[in-house]
């Protein structure tokens, strides 16, 4: 591939007396994906049959190399490839986009993402959000409805059969249906919107190691700015912001922090800040909004430092009050002050007060918008306890055995992220529509295409 040749030469150019360690870091990706692929498939198969295969651990003929990769941490394996600190952590930097620090993550995660990104990536023409409109026609074209503002309040399930049979929404609405899908995730679908006790798993609230629990949480700061790309001079690439090479250290530090400790700390010394610029990447973004830019921003912030705010709401001022107004903002002006430091060949305004506009997000943010336990990012913790064979293969799944006719989809089912997220609904639609093998529906969709475009 021309993308990983080029970056085997980059890094190889920077770190010279460690050619051996990065062509091996490339070889052992390689092989994990190639895996992790494998193993995921065996989603596809009968519950049963997953269960045979994993309690006798033919899943391993499958793919050997998966179990030792979901068991290793990053940052070990990092540490075995090579003891340059500096190389270790420009081969986990990106770390953030799963959440999970490099000795808390597998190393397979890590894997997929350096694959993912190999050979550049891809942005939606219109932005993302020309994704669910595409969806909603389709939808609306199958003679289906798509309902908005309009909460689920329980999943109703056969008190005689078990079997799912709609869903009550919260104004006291019925929706019949013999076959249900959840997007809601998870932990919520099976203890918030199933009666209790129905499904039993192992779960925490927080952080635990041993058991399924919500990824990290963080801080978004959404600026829209006056004048163009060029103008201003804004990357086309996403950036990560580093305080240190020392990942694991710094992602801990900021964990232990208090939010007043927090308030209080030098923006050099924040966790790892990521600085993406939809305006640049979307090739339509001229014709809609000329003259004017966007930048996303995010860094790492604990649930607990807000989680004193929980239910301080207010609906008349629609805010959790001043104190918490004055966080987010202080929060979010040391991190704007961290990024104007960095790009320094970008034409940004010194302060947030200066720029056009801005909006702010804490861990209530997500955790309000998105119904995400503890404000978390992506769902699940992708950690190793949730690629755990048992749990990955056996637990989240499309299906849940104990609801026949309930079925699961989005990024819990695989991993996280807009692939992630594809691919845990096709696992969804094979078993809804009851095919045999995964692949059927991308011979049919493949086949759609070709006849769309004659």
């Known amino acids: 591939m021309a993308g990983e040749k080029r970056l085997k030469q980059e890094l190889i150019k920077q770190f010279p007396d460690e050619e051996k360690a990065i062509r091996k870091y490339f070889k052992v ?13 065996l989603k596809a198969l009968p519950l049963y049959l997953s269960r045979f295969l994993i309690w006798t651990r033919l899943h391993r003929l499958v793919a050997r190399g998966y179990t030792m990769m979901a068991k290793a941490p990053l940052q070990n394996i990092l540490e075995q490839l090579t003891a340059n600190k500096n190389l270790q952590a420009l081969l986990a930097y990106n770390y953030a986009n799963y959440g999970t620090e490099p000795k808390r993550a597998p190393f397979l995660m890590q894997a997929l993402v350096a694959s993912h990104y190999m050979n550049g990536a891809y942005y939606p023409r219109k932005g993302p959000s020309d994704i669910p409109k595409k969806v909603i026609q389709t939808i609306l074209d199958n003679d289906g409805k798509v309902l908005v503002s309009a909460p689920v309040a329980q999943i109703l399930v056969d008190e ?14 019925v929706i019949e249906s013999s076959i249900v899908v959840s997007d809601a995730g998870f932990i919520n679908t099976v203890t918030k919107l199933l009666p209790e006790g129905l499904v039993n798993i192992d779960f925490a609230a927080e952080y635990n190691p041993n058991l399924l629990h919500p990824g990290s949480s ?27 090479n020392d990942l694991c250290g710094t992602a801990d530090r900021i964990e232990k922090l208090t939010l007043e400790k927090a308030l209080d700390i030098d923006p050099k010394d924040f966790g790892v800040i990521f600085v993406g610029c939809p305006s640049t990447k979307d090739s339509d973004w001229a014709n ?11 860094t790492q912030a604990p649930y607990h430092w807000f989680e004193k705010f929980e239910h301080t709401f207010d609906k008349t001022t629609k805010s959790h009050g001043p104190e918490y107004e004055n ?22 305004p010194k302060t947030l007060d200066a720029v056009d506009h801005y909006e702010v997000g804490s861990p209530l943010s997500y955790a309000h918008y998105y119904s995400a336990q503890r404000g978390a990012l992506y769902g699940l913790d992708l950690d190793l306890k949730r690629f755990e064979p048992k749990t990955f293969l056996l637990r989240l799944r499309s299906e849940i055995p104990e609801v026949p006719g309930l079925f699961l ?46």
């Open 160 to 173: 005689h059969t078990g079997n799912a049979k709609g869903v009550q929404m919260k104004d006291g609405r």
């Open 409 to 454: 989809t989005g990024q819990d089912i695989v991993v996280d992220g807009m692939i992630g997220a594809m691919f845990g609904g096709l696992l969804c639609a094979q078993k809804v529509l009851g095919l045999r093998k995964v692949i059927s529906l991308l011979r049919s969709s493949k086949h759609k295409k070709k006849s769309n475009i004659q």
């Open 288 to 298: 809609r909004h000329p003259n004017k830019s966007t930048l996303e921003i995010i």
């Open 29 to 41: 990706v390689k092989k994990t994906v190639a895996h992790v692929e494998k193993v995921a498939l």
């Open 218 to 244: 963080g801080l978004t700061l959404f600026v829209g700015l006056k004048g163009n790309a060029e103008s201003l001079n804004l990357p086309k690439s996403n950036i990560f912001i580093h305080s240190s």
């Open 327 to 348: 966080a987010k903002t202080r929060l979010a002006e040391k991190v704007w002050s961290r990024v104007v430091d960095v790009l320094d060949d970008a034409k940004l």
